[in-house]
């Protein structure tokens, strides 16, 4: 089992910045990437950013050139850096393990954190 916890959201200012983490724990091996989520009411679950096991990167257009998502290489932390913050920007973010494990059988999960808040002010 992997679980994942996010921290760092809170209230910022617009044009400001932000760094969230995520945690995960468990069986970290099983981890093949990581995702990056938000969500707000009203509206559908997005994905923000993409970092998988080998290194691929992928940003939602709207966050391009503003976000970073990085992994701290001697832990099993993860990163999404924000800058330039907008107000459109506030939700809920969530941080999602794809995981595969190899044993006997191969199991394929996704872990959810239970988020975190990111509010921007005008």
């Known amino acids: 089992q992997v679980q994942v916890v996010e921290s760092g959201g809170g209230l910022v200012q617009a044009g400001g910045s932000l760094r969230l983490s995520c945690a995960a724990s468990g069986d970290t091996a099983c981890i093949s990437a990581i995702e990056w989520y938000r969500h707000t009411p009203g509206k559908e679950r997005d994905l923000v950013a993409k970092?998988?096991?080998?290194?691929?990167?992928n940003y939602a257009d709207s966050v391009k050139g503003r976000f970073i998502i990085s992994r701290d290489n001697a832990k099993n932390v993860w990163f999404l850096q924000m800058n330039s913050l907008k107000p459109e920007d506030t939700a809920v973010y969530y941080c999602?393990?794809?995981?595969?494990?190899?044993?006997?059988?191969?199991?394929?999960?996704?872990?959810w954190g239970r988020g975190t808040q990111v509010t921007v002010s005008s």
């Open positions: 970092i998988t096991k080998g290194g691929s990167i």
């Open positions: 999602a393990s794809d995981n595969i494990c190899y044993g006997d059988t191969v199991t394929v999960s996704r872990t």
